[in-house]
């Protein structure tokens, strides 16, 4: 799950009147621009107020102007932060004070096209190595459209007024948030026009952020330490007794992580450790706990859907024996997803957190471990795997079926492996699948995710091969799993075979095989029906097309009261789940349903479907 709570390009360039080619535009951008007035200047620092997002404060950056090097930094009382730059490799500091590299998904592309507009490369006669084309497709009487591809950038789109010659918007497609950028208000200072007003929009005017220029001044070029990532050692972390570890018990449901965690001194609630995810609580949990919340910054996740997420304060996290203070939470309606597991969720463990310790997750033996980095060995920790980060997503590379790629290392998966809607176009692998069905297989952030759902190839992940686990070949059109900027998704029906241990300081991952027999493993719903939580047992979501669901008669909209008899608000939608998937085929399963006021019965003939 990412939190869109601050967009980056903040970028102050222009564009052309009226002209037929590329050269023309951006010949008369850069005179509207200022010209040769940019001759012999070497960095810009410039300096916003910010208004959006529920949310108020100031925002900046300088960045250089021979190759676009920067650092941004926002303040927004309720959450700070910043991300930077060197040319080569990008960075950031997360709300809760550390600093991650941030060279996975699309998160360097978008650095070097940041840099790339920063600096006005477009206006050099090679172009700045980049691909610059017109799109008269999307000119109108007002403005032209250019397409540009900075070299090991991520394309965007370009709009110049024909009047003003100066730029008047761009557009660019951010992981699942489509990105717009209107520029205003501009200003002479120095010779050089500066946008003195830019809004950035995902298409919901509820989320848009204004930032109005406060100061603007040209300063010499910073040392290239300026632009690298800081040196910054957090203490706000301990485990008590001087103890170098401490280590708890989970439950696995729905193949999620769920262990206690003291927030404040008050609990114990309720959470999922997730590393797909940040550190959350929900709303409720705040209110009780007396914390302010602030902001409605869009968040966004599986399913093409969003929610409203706000940030406030935890003085204190307790888990097992080790501590975190002082640490900004994002607020985020959780405990909405409560009848989609049939766990009433309170709060999500998160990036912050893996980010302080290094964190074991043995599926095997039930247990989180949360060891103080400064004494952890690694000898004993299993393969290691480089890890790199899109955000606060950590993500490994991996091979299916020998196609190399870009994988999302996720606990808060209830899948095995998802392979995206991109990923399953780009190599056909829709028309190479085997026996299998299609329907609703996820759920998320935003609402149900769907797939095509097989018996799959094999999985390699360095010198670890698994070979058949269920595979969901993402059809989603929205969401996390229908971006392009990843492979897939390894969830916990891979990393439940491991003891994985996450050494998010020096960037790995180990795996290491659990002993033993392994439960409901490579396991797949034999009914064919999504059911989530209702007040009065359980409700079909979705129901698989010539699936057993479906040929019994079960329609979306029922409401289960009974199975085999017993009531069911009376049974854990989790069991119930496990159940289907686990009982074998040929298994006669019997549902009281509620339909339009009146109760009929329902068997359901449990089918191997992949």
């Known amino acids: 799950m990412r939190l869109s709570f601050f967009l980056l390009s903040t970028v102050c360039f222009a564009t052309s009147a009226y002209a037929a080619s590329v050269d023309d535009i951006l010949a008369a951008n850069r005179i509207a621009m200022g010209g040769e007035a940019w001759s012999g200047k070497a960095a810009l620092k410039l300096d916003y107020t910010y208004v959006g997002q529920g949310l108020k404060g100031t925002t900046g950056t300088t960045f250089t102007l ?13 959450v700070s932060g910043a991300n930077g730059f060197d040319g080569v490799q990008g960075w950031s500091k997360d709300p809760s004070g550390t600093i991650t590299p941030q060279n996975g998904g699309e998160t360097l592309p978008l650095s070097f096209s940041e840099a790339y507009q920063d600096a006005n490369l477009w206006w050099r006669t090679d172009r700045g190595g980049a691909q610059v084309e017109a799109d008269p497709a999307k000119s109108d009487a007002t403005l032209d459209a250019i397409l540009v591809t900075p070299k090991n950038g991520k394309v965007f789109e370009a709009w110049f007024d024909r009047k003003s010659h100066l730029l008047a918007r761009t557009f660019q497609q951010q992981g699942s948030s489509p990105v717009t950028s209107t520029y205003s208000d501009y200003r002479l200072v120095d010779g050089v026009m500066i946008a ?16 109005t220029l406060v100061e603007a001044k040209f300063v010499a070029r910073p040392d290239d330490a300026f632009f690298e990532a800081p040196k910054i050692t957090v203490a ?5 007794g001087e103890a170098h570890q401490t280590a708890f018990p989970f439950k696995l449901l729905n193949n999620h992580i769920y262990a206690d965690a003291i927030v404040n001194g008050k609990g114990p609630y309720t959470f999922i450790f997730d590393t797909g995810g940040t550190n959350i609580i929900t709303p409720a949990v705040a209110k009780s706990l007396g914390l302010n919340v602030e902001g409605h910054v869009e968040a966004r996740g599986a399913g093409s859907g969003t929610m409203d997420a706000g940030f406030t304060k935890v003085a204190r996290l307790d888990l097992g024996t080790a501590s975190i203070k002082d640490q900004p939470f994002s607020a985020l309606p959780l405990d909405a997803l409560s009848d989609v597991e049939g766990v009433d969720e309170q709060g999500m463990v998160g990036f912050e957190t893996f980010r302080r310790f290094v964190t074991r997750i043995d599926y095997g033996a039930g247990t989180i471990t949360l060891i103080d980095p400064k004494y952890f060995d690694p000898r004993d920790a299993g393969v290691p795997v480089p890890l790199s980060f899109d955000g606060n997503v950590g993500e490994i590379p991996a091979t299916y079926d020998g196609i190399a790629g870009t994988f999302q290392l996720d606990t808060g998966a ?9 990923f399953v176009a780009n190599h056909g692998l829709r028309t190479h699948a085997g ?7 996820g759920w998320g952030v935003g609402g149900p995710t769907a797939s095509f759902a097989e018996h799959g190839g094999t999985l390699a992940i360095g010198e670890i091969t698994i070979a058949s686990p269920v595979v969901e070949l993402a059809t989603d059109k929205g969401g996390a799993m229908a971006e392009a900027d990843i492979s897939g998704n390894i969830g916990a029906g891979i990393l439940k075979r491991f003891a994985i241990t996450l050494d998010y300081g020096h960037n790995l991952v180990y795996f290491k095989p659990v002993s033993g027999q392994i439960a409901d493993l490579d396991t797949f719903d034999r009914a064919g029906a999504w059911f989530n939580r209702d007040p009065r047992g359980f409700k079909v979501i979705a129901v698989t097309a010539h699936a057993p669901a479906e040929e019994a008669g079960l329609k979306e909209g029922d409401i289960v009261t009974a199975v085999d008899g017993k009531p069911a608000p ?5 069991d119930l789940r496990y159940r289907l998937r686990n009982d074998p085929a040929g298994t006669r399963v019997a549902l009281t349903v509620e339909r339009a006021g009146q109760a009929r019965e329902i068997d359901v003939v449990l089918r191997d479907l992949i």
């Not at 009376?570 to 989790?574: A, D, K, Q, R, T």
């Open 435 to 441: 026996k299998g069905v299609e329907g609703v297989t």
């Open 196 to 211: 003195g007003k830019i809004v950035q929009s995902t298409g919901n005017a509820k989320y848009d952020q204004t930032t």
């Open 236 to 240: 706000d972390f301990s485990i008590s």
């Open 66 to 78: 021979s190759d676009g090097r920067f650092v941004d930094t926002f303040d927004l009382v309720a």
């Open 570 to 574: 009376s049974i854990m939608l989790y």
């Open 414 to 422: 209830r899948s095995s492996l998802t392979l995206t809607t991109p």
